[in-house]
């Protein structure tokens, strides 16, 4: 009866309580001698649906928390129905409420005088209505290329005087984890702790990860201990039997992504060996360097001493003769000799002693530096001429000679 009568959801169960009530308010009063008359329970009735006659009601029964995610799509329900006292104009506004209450909520869309109204900065060209005619009890709106800044709390208020009623939905926009990327952490040798990561740049927390084996028994090692909410696998003491192939996926409630990874673990290297040609190869540059060193200081040496011997030349080569002194110099000869045999044997041996400018250098004596020069022979002692006479020899005087070679 109450169905076809035309009332609201809310009304028929409002009318249902109060009947309830008055069946046990009844029976209580039976019991202490009272009863309802008939004329009195239709006059509480009639009152009963005069006060609710003007009821504008939201009758949408969906969800009130929805998630999905970006890029998609969704649908935010709000059917309501009127009442013939609701004759005033139609309103419908969405709006996204603020989550400070110092902030102003943010207007979605806005339905009024037959006309919608879209081009809101919230959500520009992206809200539409469901219905293209709103006035027949559809007001549900929807929200197509979804980002993680529409999450928040919509709010659908319909209002028809004087009729007024609102319903709230709480939007949760997640992103959905980005292709993630795998990699190993530290040397993959065998005995050696290696660590695998996989890490995901993009995605609404929580995000977990898993790993699994693809290649040979598709078992993963014994002491790998994994890592859900970072995403790493540590293979402690790992073996060649942990090489393989291994994937990780990264998911969350709205999406997910995987990743491969190839690992080979390796040998330990021969460290003996490496050691060996290390102190060779320091060996081997050590002699290079002992070799270099060497060559320098050679040449350096030899350097020195080519400039000394420069220097030795330039002191004792005498300058060149002029025609004068030539000719004055075989005349002193010439004079010299004649006055050779008037020497006596006593004063032979001082001209005997004086140094020799006229002999010429051996090549030996020449390329010899002056540090090197030998010392003069050892003087002779003084003989007497009669000794030399009873030798045999001839007393020679031999003419003293200046340095520059003439005769002095």
């Known amino acids: 009866m109450f169905r076809e009568s035309g009332l609201s959801g809310s009304q028929r169960h409002r009318i249902s309580l109060f009947f309830t009530r008055v069946l046990k308010e009844k029976y209580w009063n039976r019991q202490k001698g009272m009863y309802f008359t008939i004329p009195h329970l239709c006059c509480v009735l009639i009152s009963l649906i005069a006060g609710v006659g003007h009821g504008l009601e939201i009758t949408?029964?969906?969800?009130?928390?929805?998630?999905?995610?970006?890029?998609?799509?969704?649908?935010?329900?709000?059917?309501?129905?009127?009442?013939?006292?609701?004759?005033?104009?139609?309103?419908?506004?969405w709006s996204l409420l603020a989550?400070?209450?110092?902030?102003?909520?943010?207007?979605?869309?806005?339905?009024?005088?037959?006309?919608?109204?879209?081009?809101?900065?919230?959500?520009?060209?992206?809200?539409?209505?469901?219905?293209?005619?709103?006035?027949n009890g559809d007001a549900s709106i929807n929200l197509t290329g979804l980002k993680s800044s529409d999450t928040g709390t919509y709010q659908c208020k319909v209002k028809k005087a004087p009729g007024i009623r609102s319903r709230k939905m709480i939007l949760t926009v997640m992103v959905r984890p980005s292709k993630p990327r795998c990699y190993a952490e530290g040397p993959t040798q065998e005995g050696k702790d290696v660590v695998l990561r996989c890490t995901s740049s993009e995605g609404t927390n929580p995000l977990q990860y898993t790993w699994e084996k693809t290649s040979d028994n598709k078992i993963l090692p014994a002491s790998a201990v994994l890592d859900p909410v970072g995403g790493t696998m540590n293979v402690?003491?790992?073996?060649?039997?942990?090489?393989?192939?291994?994937?990780?996926?990264?998911?969350?409630?709205?999406?997910?992504?995987?990743?491969?990874?190839?690992?080979?673990?390796?040998?330990?290297?021969?460290?003996?060996?490496?050691?060996?040609?290390?102190?060779?190869?320091?060996?081997?540059?050590?002699?290079?360097?002992?070799?270099?060193?060497?060559?320098?200081?050679?040449?350096?040496?030899?350097?020195?001493y080519e400039k000394e011997i420069s220097y030795e030349i330039r002191e004792d080569v005498p300058p060149p003769k002029s025609r004068v002194s030539t000719a004055r110099s075989f005349t002193s000869v010439g004079s010299q000799r004649s006055s050779l045999g008037s020497m006596s044997p006593s004063n032979l041996h001082e001209y005997a002693l004086k140094p020799q400018y006229d002999k010429i250098p051996s090549v030996e004596e020449y390329e010899r530096p002056p540090s090197h020069t030998p010392l003069p022979p050892p003087v002779a002692s003084k003989m007497a001429g009669r000794n030399l006479s009873r030798m045999g020899g001839i007393p020679v005087m031999i003419p003293a000679q200046n340095r520059d070679g003439s005769i002095v």
């Not at 943010?106 to 539409?128: F, M, N, Q, T």
């Not at 409630?253 to 995987?258: A, L, N, P, S």
């Open 99 to 135: 989550s400070d209450n110092q902030k102003e909520d943010k207007v979605v869309i806005l339905y009024s005088g037959d006309r919608a109204y879209e081009d809101y900065p919230a959500v520009k060209g992206r809200a539409h209505f469901n219905s293209p005619d709103p006035k």
């Open 60 to 93: 949408s029964q969906g969800l009130t928390n929805i998630e999905k995610a970006s890029g998609e799509s969704v649908k935010l329900d709000c059917q309501f129905s009127l009442a013939p006292e609701d004759s005033g104009p139609l309103d419908i506004e």
């Open 236 to 304: 402690r003491n790992a073996s060649t039997s942990s090489s393989g192939t291994y994937r990780c996926t990264a998911k969350n409630r709205v999406g997910m992504e995987e990743c491969i990874l190839q690992l080979g673990i390796t040998p330990p290297p021969n460290t003996a060996g490496i050691i060996a040609g290390t102190i060779i190869t320091v060996l081997l540059a050590l002699i290079i360097i002992a070799i270099i060193l060497f060559c320098c200081c050679r040449a350096r040496n030899r350097k020195k």
